[in-house]
């Protein structure tokens, strides 16, 4: 006689854990997805700590060493603790190219955030072919290299060729024809911040218009019909929308004007007499220019110092700004 038994399901079978509890199959899942921006993240910061944190740490340890080109050829190692700092902190250069890198980089950020605004909002206003017209002009601008730009504006600028001079002349200001832009502190400063805003203008500029793009077309419309005029309508629907992105980009513009080297360096070395060095200028000159690394290390370092302070009041202002208005 044969005993018939239940044939088992076909289908698939809970896991059963060794508790009596089936296995949630979702949290490994769950915890892959939580891992992934941190695992797509390691790349950049691989490459941060190689690139720049690398760097920094030996920057550091140099600010502390006497290291001059007698050390340097013969591997000596000679530590002077804060000897450095002291020298920096102590002499008056310091505390004169700092302010003079401050006021430099609050005219050149006034200046570029002033105009890279009006043109940004000029962009939302204009027809297609004009508005690609100029974003290519735009473009071209931004995408030239910091040399090539500087090499453009000492023939601009030169004392008996420079076509600013010449066009100046033609003009009636006869007086200019042979102008030496470069002897004189403040008129080298002025070329040197032409050349930043004439660079910098464009970044804030198409990222304005960008972001005027954004800005819904009803609220003008509802803005219209409540008689609000062309400031009104600046004022209340577009300045409230791009307030962060000015935030923003005024903070970026900051970290990039404080530490223009390239632009001062090439166009006349800090010249003349040293009056237009800025801190990383300074710290160039007193590092590789007078062979004294440690010191130069030293001014870096606390060029760095500055920035960080400078950023973090700024951010502060901004945050208390937007609680203000919360």
């Known amino acids: 006689m044969t005993v018939q038994t239940e044939r088992p399901p076909s289908g698939p079978t809970d896991v059963v854990k060794t508790d009596g509890r089936p296995a949630d199959p979702g949290k490994p899942r769950e915890r892959a997805r939580s891992l992934a921006p941190y695992l797509l993240l390691l790349p950049a910061l691989a490459a941060t700590l190689v690139f720049l944190g690398w760097p920094l740490v030996n920057n550091g340890i140099l600010s502390f060493q006497n290291l001059n080109m007698r050390q340097f050829i013969l591997h000596l190692t000679e530590w002077n603790g804060i000897d450095n700092f002291k020298e920096v902190l102590s002499g008056e250069d310091f505390w004169r190219v700092t302010g003079r890198s401050i006021v ?27 508005r690609t017209f100029l974003l290519v002009g735009l473009v071209l601008t931004w995408a030239m290299p910091v040399i090539a730009a ?17 066009v100046l002349d033609k003009a009636g200001w006869h007086s200019m024809a042979d102008y030496d832009w470069m002897g004189s502190q403040y008129s080298t400063f002025f070329v ?16 304005l218009y960008a972001a005027t793009t954004v800005i819904p077309k009803e609220l003008y419309e509802a803005a219209s019909l409540d008689g609000a005029g062309a400031w009104q309508r600046f004022t209340n629907v577009t300045l409230p929308y791009l307030r962060p992105f000015l935030y923003a980009t005024t903070f970026l513009e900051i970290i990039w004007v404080f530490k223009a080297f390239a632009q001062v360096m090439a166009l006349n070395e800090g010249g003349p007499d040293r009056l237009t060095e800025i801190l990383p200028v300074y710290a160039y000159i007193e590092g590789m220019g007078n062979q004294h690394f440690g010191m130069g290390a030293a001014i870096a370092l606390l060029t760095i110092v500055i920035l960080l302070a400078l950023t973090a009041f700024y951010l502060r202002i901004v945050l208390k700004q937007e609680e203000d208005e919360l």
């Open 192 to 207: 040197v911040i032409v050349l930043i805003v004439w660079m910098s203008v464009p970044f804030v500029a198409i990222n």
């Open 104 to 130: 430099f980089t609050a005219v050149n950020v006034a200046l570029i955030m002033l105009f890279g605004t009006l043109i940004g909002l000029l962009l939302a206003r204009l027809g297609k072919r004009m």
């Open 150 to 166: 500087t090499t453009v504006y000492q023939w601009l600028f030169a004392q008996r060729f420079g076509v600013v001079n010449w």
